[in-house]
């Protein structure tokens, strides 16, 4: 089994900045991508960032020019850097992986962490 353990979440102010980070623990896996996706109550879990080993990005059109996603694949870790932040990016954001394991997909996903912007 493979382990994502979220922080940096908090309270923000709007236009203020938070970087959550993510790794990945467990034994004998390698991961292809990382992402962040974040969810409100009664609503579906949407993705906000992704990143492939290779480096190669995708943003939700909301997320991009002021989000910035990254990864440390020595520490299987991946970052999200939240800049310019507003009340409508509050919610729970959490953090996914899907690699290999023992020669078998895996997917994983971390406990969330909350991101609440006001003043």
């Known amino acids: 089994q493979v382990q994502l353990v979220e922080s940096g979440g908090g309270l923000v102010q709007p236009g203020g900045s938070l970087r959550l980070s993510c790794a990945a623990s467990?034994?004998?896996?390698?991961?292809?991508?990382m992402g962040w996706y974040r969810q409100a109550p009664g609503k579906q879990r949407e993705l906000v960032a992704v990143?492939?080993?290779?480096?190669?990005?995708n943003y939700a059109d909301s997320a991009k020019g002021r989000f910035t996603i990254s990864r440390d694949n020595a520490k299987n870790t991946v970052y999200l850097q939240m800049n310019s932040l507003r009340p409508e990016d509050t919610d729970v954001y959490y953090c996914?992986?899907?690699?290999?394991?023992?020669?078998?997909?895996?997917?994983?996903w971390g406990q969330g962490t909350q991101v609440t912007v006001s003043s």
């Open positions: 996914n992986a899907f690699g290999w394991k023992l020669g078998s997909p895996f997917v994983s």
């Open positions: 467990g034994s004998a896996f390698s991961i292809n991508n």
């Open positions: 990143i492939t080993s290779g480096g190669s990005t």
